[in-house]
């Protein structure tokens, strides 16, 4: 069966520099999240898409910004990138049209490391 | 605000032997209750879901979990455990009216042979 696709997998960047990470939902679903897992942490709600609009907004920095296109893939974009970002980030998705709470896939996430 | 806590860092276990993580939480109004498998250097894999209903809930790979009310916990077992059941748990409810899971610190189940 599809998963949730994430790109790339890894990522090294300087400090300041701009990084955006992809992500492709299973096909049919509907709403995207993006969670961020630090060293030893538990992931954390960073924001969330239902049919290409913002639904939810968790410790999202300023300097991440996000959005999802027409074909329900998502992009998270962070720019002005600090060390304190270094951290696997997770895409998932589900399919939550008529509201009801269906667990959500989680893609194999991108480790992003700032140098 | 609500919050899940897991209060094992590591929890050990023979195989073959029976095995419980643990999970307490506190949310506003019903809770919507899911665990969560991680694997080294891998995505989190869906185990099991309690929204309503029968208080155990079944999940893969022979996972089950007891949803109780008036403790709001929400448990995880099996009655044999494997050498492969080694990873992190994490449990994570979900809040009425929102979609974003709020996860516990997880659990590091480490199964000997």
């Known amino acids: 069966a599809a998963g949730v696709i994430q790109s790339p997998r890894h990522l090294i960047k300087e400090k300041r520099e701009t990084a955006t990470l992809k992500c492709y939902p299973i096909?049919?679903?509907?709403?995207v999240y993006w969670y961020q897992q630090g060293p030893g942490q538990d992931p954390q709600f960073l924001i969330s898409?239902?049919?290409?609009?913002?639904?939810d907004k968790g410790s999202i920095p300023d300097r991440f910004s996000a959005q999802q296109f027409s074909d329900y893939h998502s992009e998270l974009n962070m720019s002005s990138l600090e060390l304190g970002d270094s951290a696997l980030y997770f895409c998932?998705?589900?399919?939550?049209?008529?509201?009801?709470?269906?667990?959500?896939?989680f893609g194999p996430g991108t480790r992003l490391t700032v140098l | 605000a609500q919050s899940v806590a897991q209060p094992e860092d590591q929890v050990n276990v023979a195989e073959g032997n029976p095995l419980t993580v643990k999970c307490t939480y506190s949310?506003?109004?019903?809770?919507?209750l899911f665990w969560y498998v991680q694997y080294p250097n891998r995505g989190l894999q869906f185990l099991l879901k309690?929204?309503?209903?029968?208080?155990l809930v079944k999940g893969s790979y022979g996972f089950e979990a007891e949803f109780n009310k008036s403790q709001t916990s929400f448990h995880l077992k099996k009655p044999s455990a494997l050498v492969s059941d080694s990873a992190l748990y994490f449990c994570?409810?979900?809040?009425?009216?929102?979609?974003?899971?709020?996860f516990g610190s997880g659990t590091r189940l480490q199964v000997q042979p």
């Open positions: 998932a998705s589900s399919l939550e049209g008529g509201g009801a709470h269906n667990e959500q896939f």
């Open positions: 096909p049919r679903h509907d709403t």
């Open positions: 898409f239902y049919e290409k609009m913002q639904s």
């Open positions: 949310v506003s109004g019903n809770p919507y």
């Open positions: 309690y929204i309503t209903g029968d208080n």
């Open positions: 994570a409810a979900m809040d009425t009216g929102r979609r974003a899971l709020t």
